[in-house]
Every structure is written in structure tokens, then in C-alpha cells.
């Protein structure tokens, strides 16, 4: 999330510039407020969360399955009823099964960053044409983002949050 605000944010501060030198127009707006009003984001973490709830579902029945695999395994050896080599073979297919939960473990982190870009790419670009919008319609040079405290002293200029938030209909 960090980076898709860090893209977004970079995106909003060289976003307008403007043919007139002389009465330049600034504006700012914080990305990520705008964005943790925005219900289509919401969604969006809502259908991640769900996502990643069945992937995750799926992981923990296969650290179950490997567990009693390892108390068979366990009472098995103890009982005596297994050979050296049995019980090497037992060993690999446990570790086998414990590196196939780590594998799928860093699946699901790919999986679940990939639903999120893909839930999120169409958002920030109605977010970005919006604001492009704005600034073309009310004469821009720039407008810049304010979460990312990237200026630390300026003359007055326009927030234009509640410009972004009226147009996007929150």
C-alpha cells in the first residue's frame, strides 16, 4: 500500500503545469486521506481481507495435515515399528511437506500484493484523472501532495481535497 501511495503521490506533485509563467496556481492535496475516504477502497480491502482469508484457509489445513503426519510419524518411531531406513523416509516426506507450507506461505504474500495492485490500479486512475482534471479545469500549474511532506515551507496555495472528494462523489 505504501508504494502504490508513494507512486500515486509522485504522480499528483508533476501532474499540471501550465503555458502561463506569470500567474502560476498551486494547489495540494493529502493522497492518503482522500484515499482512506474513498468506499471503493473499502471494497477493495474488504474483497483483499476475503481473498487472503481462503488462501490462508487452505495454508492452515495443510499445517494440520502435517501435523498429524508428524504425530503418526512420532508414535510410529516410538512404538518401534519403524525401520532406520522407514523412518528416513518419513523424515523426507516431512520435510518435504514442511518446505511445500513454506513455498506456499510465500505464494500467498505474491498472491495476496498482486489482488491488491490489480484491485487498486483502477481507483488510483480515476483518483489521478480526477485530479488532472481539476487541475486543468481551474488552471493548475501544480498540484502536490501533502502526505509525503515533501515541502516544508510555501506561500499559501489551495487544498483541494474537498475539490478532488465532491468530483469523485464521497
Do not use: C, H, W
Request: no cysteine; charged share 20%.
Amino acid at each position: 500500500m505504501k508504494k502504490v501511495l508513494y507512486t500515486l503521490s509522485l504522480m499528483m506533485v508533476f501532474l499540471i503545469s501550465s503555458n502561463s509563467l506569470s500567474a502560476q496556481k498551486f494547489g495540494y492535496i493529502n493522497s492518503i486521506q482522500l484515499l482512506s475516504e474513498l468506499p471503493e477502497i473499502s471494497t477493495a480491502d474488504d474483497q483483499i481481507v476475503a481473498y487472503q482469508k481462503t488462501l490462508v484457509e487452505k495454508g492452515q489445513a495443510m499445517v494440520s495435515t502435517f501435523e498429524g503426519n508428524y504425530q503418526a510419524y512420532i508414535q510410529e518411531a516410538q512404538s518401534g515399528t519403524l525401520s532406520a531406513v522407514q523412518q528416513q523416509q518419513k523424515e523426507g516426506e516431512l520435510a518435504l511437506e514442511q518446505q511445500k507450507i513454506q513455498e506456499y506461505e510465500y505464494e500467498v504474500q505474491s498472491l495476496v500484493a498482486k489482488k491488491r495492485e490489480e484491485m487498486y490500479a483502477p481507483i488510483l486512475e480515476k483518483v489521478r484523472n480526477t485530479i488532472e482534471q481539476i487541475g486543468k479545469e481551474q488552471g493548475y500549474t501544480m498540484i502536490f501532495d501533502s502526505s509525503v511532506g515533501g515541502i516544508l515551507s510555501a506561500d499559501e496555495s489551495d487544498d483541494l481535497i474537498s475539490v478532488v472528494k465532491t468530483k469523485l462523489g464521497i
